[in-house]
């Protein structure tokens, strides 16, 4: 299962107040990705990461802030969050042996009220 | 913008069937492409990976491509109830990113 844990596992908050999600990674992989995934719009990329304090955006970043202080972790703020971004949140870490292949984290389910 | 489309069914075939799924994608750079399975309420587990054109074979799964039509396509043989999932279509960049379709969801009936 690549060792990918995320947590929370699911979170209910309010609009307006921050919100962290927590990526786990117990294999040293160099690239960690942060994807949110909706009904009719499949998973999109928010942002990515290819090393510590290394990241770059994605498709759907705004409104979205990441950190990554150590390679096992890799963390998504939500600064303020809104009700569009309520979504299941997965995190993914690609093998750089080979083709990259990405393997997902158990995701993170977040509704904001 | 880089798109992938694929049918979003929803597919419904008989036990023991073939199901086929298509892809088409945007990238003419993409040389990776992968096939992700996806039970409700799960996350997406990876099943195929194929990088060359013609077709690659993993036990019930066939991965079929064609670089010059943009155009990837998985088979499964022998359909069983439990192959009843959300099938993604993700083609690799060169920049390390996946660009994922919507999904076919696929249903198999015993």
């Known amino acids: 299962d690549a060792g990918i844990t995320q947590s929370p596992r699911h979170k209910v908050t309010e609009t307006g107040t921050p919100v962290t999600l927590r990526c786990h990674q117990t294999?040293?992989?160099?690239?960690m990705y942060w994807y949110r995934q909706d009904p009719g719009h499949g998973l999109r990329l928010i942002h990515y990461?290819?090393?510590?304090?290394?990241?770059d955006k994605g498709e759907v970043s705004d409104g979205y802030s990441v950190s990554r202080s150590k390679t096992e972790d890799f963390l998504l703020t939500l600064e303020s969050a809104t009700s569009s971004q309520t979504s299941v949140y997965f995190c993914?870490?690609?093998?750089?042996?080979?083709?990259?292949?990405?393997?997902f984290g158990p995701g993170t389910r977040l509704t904001v009220l | 913008q880089k798109e992938v489309e694929q049918n979003s069914g929803p597919l419904s075939v008989p036990e023991g069937a073939i199901a086929s799924l298509n892809c088409t994608y945007s990238?003419?750079?993409?040389?990776?492409f992968f096939w992700y399975r996806q039970y409700s309420g799960k996350s997406p587990e990876l099943i195929m990976s194929?990088?060359?054109?013609g077709d690659k074979e993993d036990g019930r799964f066939t991965a079929q491509l064609n670089k010059a039509s943009q155009y990837v396509s998985l088979l499964i043989r022998d359909s069983q109830p439990s192959d009843s999932a959300t099938y993604l279509c993700?083609?690799?960049?060169?920049?390390?990113?996946?660009?994922f379709g919507t999904g076919t969801s696929l249903t198999v009936i015993p």
């Open positions: 993914a870490i690609a093998k750089t042996s080979g083709y990259n292949e990405q393997f």
């Open positions: 294999e040293n992989h160099r690239y």
């Open positions: 990461s290819y090393g510590v304090k290394d990241t």
């Open positions: 990238d003419r750079g993409s040389q990776s």
């Open positions: 194929i990088y060359s054109n």
């Open positions: 993700a083609p690799g960049d060169t920049g390390n990113q996946f660009y």
